[in-house]
């Protein structure tokens, strides 16, 4: 594996385009850090697998860690998936609201902006840096 004046990675097989941002994991496999693994790669994971290769073969075999490996067969297993999860945000949770209930996005509003059932600090005798409303 090696690096041109471009910043292109050359493997034995492919060529990866980079700007500086390319590692080399362990076993000589191309990642950028905080990126999820290209759908073809993780596609090559879970055809392996039903082949019946073992994860630790393919591991060795793609140049990816067994963690992302099993990661990646594990998520196929639950969802049937092969896309990355998404990152940040918050899940919503099943079974809260029904449309009949559900607040409107104008309470919604008030309530993240602070308006609607803020506390009066004058008469809770806990202030904010006290450690009596922890215990």
């Known amino acids: ?10 493997t034995k097989s492919r060529i ?8 080399v994991n362990q076993l ?22 039903a082949a019946g290769v073992r994860p630790c073969v393919i591991s060795r075999q793609l140049r990816v860690s ?3 490996v099993s ?5 196929y297993q639950e969802t ?5 999860g998404v990152i940040g945000g918050s899940k919503p949770r099943e079974g809260i609201c029904e449309k009949n209930n559900a607040p409107s996005v104008s309470s ?24 009596d409303g922890i215990l």
Do not use: W
């Open 28 to 49: 000589g496999g191309v990642f950028i850090n905080g990126r999820p693994l290209p759908n073809h790669i993780r596609l090559k994971i879970v055809e392996l697998a």
């Open 108 to 131: 919604i509003s008030r309530l993240l902006r602070g308006v609607g059932g803020r506390r009066d600090e004058a008469s809770d005798p806990h202030t904010n840096h006290s450690i």
């Open 66 to 68: 067994h963690g992302c």
């Open 71 to 75: 990661k990646i067969l594990n998520r």
């Open 1 to 10: 594996m090696r690096k041109n004046e471009l910043g292109e990675v050359h």
């Open 80 to 84: 049937g998936s092969i896309r990355p």
């Open 16 to 23: 990866y385009h980079f700007s500086g941002q390319g590692r």
